[in-house]
Structure formats: C-alpha cells, structure tokens
C-alpha cells in the first residue's frame, strides 16, 4: 500500500502522484467518484501502473459545487481560491459573490485576478465591475498573463490556490506563465490514459516551481450553483452583511420588502453595496428552488 496526491481529475479516473515521484491511475471502488485534485489518498496494490484507491486522509477543506440535480468536486485541501477574470470578454460578479460564498464556507483566503490589463479599452468598466469587492478589501491583482504573471507570485506562496473563472478569462495562459511545465505534464497524463480527449476539461495540481505551494486549475465554469448550502449560510458569505445580521424586524427576513429590514436600510445609507445585495438575492432565491423536493 503506498500514499499519495491526487494531481488529476477525470471524471472515474484519477492521477496520484505518490511520493516518490512516480505517476498511477488511481480507480475509486464503487460507483461514485469522491475524489477531488489535492486529496491525500492511500492506495492499494499496484497493478500495470493502475491501483485501486482504498481512502483520503482528513480533508482542511473541500470546494465543490452543486446544483438539484448533482454536485461536483473542484478541490480538496486548498487554502486560497484566486477568482481570474479580465477585462475581455465581460465577466460575470455574481460569479464572484458564489465564489465568495464557498471560500467562507471553507474558510479559504480569496485574490481576484484582473487579467489581460494591456487591452487598455475595457479597463475602467472592469475596475468599476470590481468595486464593490476593492470596497470588501479583496486583494485584486492587476496583470497580463499574455506579458507578464509575476505580479500574483507573491500571492501564491505557501498557498494550495485553485484557479476559478469562466472560459475565456485567459487561466490557462496564467497556468502556463507560471508553470512552465504545465503543457507537457497534460501530454503525459494523455499518454498513460491513452487518450487525448480527457485533456481540455479536467482539473489538475500543479506544484510551484520554487517548491512553495502548489495551483490547482480547475476547467472553465458559466454556473457556480451553491445548492449545499442554507440562507444563512450565503447570508455568512457576505461579509458586509455580517454587523446587521439579527437587526431585521423579522427574524427570517429575507432582505426582499419586509419592513424595517437592517441589510436594506444599510444599502440605502451606503453602506452596503445594492449590487451585492442583489448578487445574495440571486444565489438565495435559486437556493431556495433547488432544495425543493
Ligand atoms: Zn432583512
């Protein structure tokens, strides 16, 4: 029996660095594949470089998302989530509010990446887009990957950072300025599966070069469903929230029109920003459909 890494994802498959270096398949027993990239799992005996995986260690944390029907693994045992997004095409900040709401939930430190800073012409509305998270002081990190990646590397060390954005936000460009290596590792693990069709929409684990911490980059999503989790705990994934939490007439207020609600009085003194309001009233709204039975 010998330990290791989850380093790739593939839907029934797994990729598991063991500690010496060396690269198995790793086939979870049963139907369900429970496994996400970052666990620690122990393996059972070897066999043509495949080995059953009997079980993972204690998880720090475990990011997934869901929605009615299912739910999917994105990380185990991450620290940091880095939320990429660009200054084209446009991105969606209700995505980032979910974002937010899960790294709460896990107690992960969150840095937003605005990438592609050298087309200067969608700049501005990209800053303004990102307001009200600058205003929550979110770290943001201004780059262009395409030139330049350097400036998140001072985020990244020490941390376990899985990679969140939509299609087109330029995370893999990212991966590849900081992870020289990282096209050649998707090569190899195409060659021991025996196929190259797996390669474009998995999740895989990367080990910084300087040895400090490690990236996880998870595939492109549209949707960040948080079916899994209550009203009050989204309502905790939003910080600003916190200080009128329990001052609503009501004690199940849902911040929509009750009287003398405290989060939309706070919205109209300023104090609260009305588009992340109206990004918890989304989330809590599709929450509530989704727990219906
Ligand atoms: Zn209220």
Redesign the pocket.
């Known amino acids: 029996m010998s330990d290791g890494v989850v380093t790739a994802a593939f839907g029934r498959h797994y990729e598991v660095t063991l500690a010496d270096g060396r690269i198995v398949i790793g086939i979870p027993r049963g139907k369900k594949s429970i496994y996400a990239c970052g666990d620690r799992v122990s393996l059972g005996q070897l066999h043509c470089n495949e080995a059953p995986i009997l079980a993972h260690r204690p998880r720090t944390s475990l990011l997934y998302r869901s929605d009615q029907w299912k739910q999917k693994l994105i990380a185990a045992n991450a620290s940091q989530i880095v939320l990429v997004v660009a200054t084209e095409p446009s991105f969606s900040p209700e995505l980032i509010s979910r974002a937010l709401v899960a790294a709460a939930h896990e107690k992960l430190r969150c840095v937003i990446v605005l990438n592609k800073c050298d087309l200067t012409a969608g700049l501005e509305a990209a800053r303004a887009e990102l307001e009200p998270f600058a205003r929550l002081g979110l770290p943001i990190v201004e780059l262009s990957a395409r030139l330049d990646a350097s400036p998140l590397k001072p985020w990244l060390a020490g941390q376990t950072s899985v990679l969140v954005g939509q299609s087109g936000m330029g995370k893999s460009t990212l991966v590849n300025a900081l992870i020289p290596e990282a096209a050649a590792a998707t090569r190899e693990i195409s060659t021991a599966l025996d196929s190259g069709k797996h390669t474009t929409t998995h999740t895989r684990l990367y080990p910084l070069p300087e040895g400090d911490g490690a990236l996880i980059d998870s595939p492109g999503l549209q949707a960040f469903g948080l079916a899994h989790l209550t009203r009050g705990e989204i309502e905790l994934g939003f910080v600003e929230f916190l200080p009128y939490l329990g001052h609503?007439r009501?004690r199940d207020?849902?911040?929509e029109n009750?009287p003398d609600?405290?989060?939309?009085a706070a919205v109209a003194a300023g104090r609260i920003d009305p588009r992340r309001l109206a990004h918890f009233l989304a989330i809590a709204r599709e929450n509530e459909s989704a727990r219906l039975p």
């Open positions: 609503c009501f207020c849902r911040h009750e609600c405290a989060i939309r």
